[in-house]
């Protein structure tokens, strides 16, 4: 993905927003890596980037452990209007737009398919072919948006700019990942963008981003062999959320939903808006285990349902009455699913001082094994709050 993706990571009490930095860029002994797959906006890096530098020590001398791959493609801020004038059309001619996040994704990731896309190793050879070929694709965004300004001569003078601060990041990311995987034995771990279910191929279409972002990914987004893909961890929510448009079957648009949104502070990290939410649906992330085959979860924010006297677990979908055994692609089809539910006991007690699995409440603990037993996946973390000091490891 792109800065569309959002993270929030707290550590030592200060709380980082991160959206194209990898969230590993704050410890001084990580290299993190920027690959291929994703589509890089450089005005928002580096504002991204100084604005968390401001808040702690973590991010000093990021920009000397951040190698950005040389085949990523660039954001243009036409990218960002295309989207915009893209999204009024939709909701003009349709009836209704997608809820992007306006940030460019997706006309970056169609000029890509097209191929008239431009890549940071454009950006970094000559800069006139390079001139030429941006205008070439602002003109052919012109003609199909007539009403769209583009500041053409001002964007590549802001581009020329960045050639010098981006060129000593610039790596072949491909030759980067066969040394980092073939060199000295290093951990290499690897952070998706967007949840499963915003996989062009595999989420909600077409309330979906645009690239990749279940495990096929770590293939094409970085240029690793399948064979090298070891541990796949899962990051769940106790409960389900879900930002912007779309399909969300076991949303609960009433006082639950809203206690959920509260407690949770569940606000959008890009955009700003208010995520619904609802009961966590376990058909929905058996769907996700059957496309990234996950070796085990850690589930998150356990210590939001604290308050509550009975839990809610989706557990199987039904359609028209009928059961079905899979998860529907067709939208207005998911819009008609009926969750069955099953009902477990809440435990009505603060867990967020607990540190092992044994301090949680024994309701807890039998919400936690209702979960690893459905999905036959062991939960190997269990967050009960925002800082890393509250994640329960479990061995």
């Known amino acids: 993905g792109g800065n569309n993706a959002g993270h929030t990571v707290v550590v030592d009490s200060v709380e980082y927003d991160f959206h194209l930095l990898p969230s590993g860029i704050i410890n001084p002994k990580v290299t993190a890596f920027i690959g291929n797959g994703v589509v ?66 997706g006309p970056v990731y169609s000029a890509k398919a097209a191929r008239s896309g431009l890549r940071i190793c454009d950006l970094m050879s000559d800069f006139t072919q390079f001139s030429q070929r941006y205008k070439v694709l ?5 003609s199909m948006y007539p009403t769209l300004e583009i500041d053409v001569e001002g964007e590549l003078l802001r581009l020329k700019d960045y050639v010098q601060r981006v060129k000593p990041m610039v790596r072949d990311g491909v030759h980067f990942m066969y040394e980092a995987l073939h060199g000295p034995p290093k951990k290499i771990l690897v952070e998706g963008a967007n949840a499963a279910l915003l996989d062009i191929d595999f989420g909600t279409y077409p309330f979906v981003t645009s690239s990749n972002c ?24 106790a409960y389900t959320t879900r930002v912007g448009i779309g399909a ?23 955009t700003g808006r208010k995520r619904r939410c609802g009961w966590l649906d376990l058909v929905l992330i058996k769907y996700a285990h059957m496309i990234n085959g996950f070796t085990a979860l850690a589930l998150t924010k356990l210590d939001i349902l604290d308050v509550m006297d009975e839990i809610k677990v989706g557990v199987a979908y039904k359609v028209d009455n009928q059961s079905i055994p899979h998860f529907p692609a067709n939208q207005e ?22 540190r092992t699995f044994e301090e949680l409440p024994e309701n807890a603990q039998n919400y936690v094994h209702y979960i690893e037993e459905h999905l036959r996946v062991p939960i190997k973390w269990i967050g009960v709050g925002k800082s890393r000091e509250s994640m329960i490891q479990l061995f």
């Open 214 to 237: 279940t495990v096929g990914g770590v293939c094409t987004g970085l240029g690793m062999p399948p064979r090298n893909v070891g541990e796949v961890y899962g990051v769940v929510k």
């Open 248 to 270: 969300f079957p076991s949303e609960q648009c009433n006082e639950i939903g809203e206690l959920l949104q509260t407690r949770g502070k569940e606000v959008g990290v890009t």
């Open 40 to 105: 890089i906006h450089l005005p928002g890096l580096f504002e991204e980037a100084e604005k968390n530098a401001l808040k702690g020590k973590g991010l000093k001398d990021w920009d000397k452990r951040l190698i950005i791959s040389d085949r990523a493609h660039i954001v243009f801020d036409f990218h960002q209007a295309v989207d915009r004038v893209q999204e009024q059309l939709r909701k003009e001619q349709v009836g209704g737009n997608l809820g992007t996040t306006k940030k460019g994704i």
């Open 333 to 354: 089809v998911l819009h008609r699913v009926e969750v069955q539910y099953e009902t477990l006991p809440g435990w009505k007690s603060d867990t967020s001082a607990a």
């Open 138 to 142: 602002a003109q052919q965004y012109k």
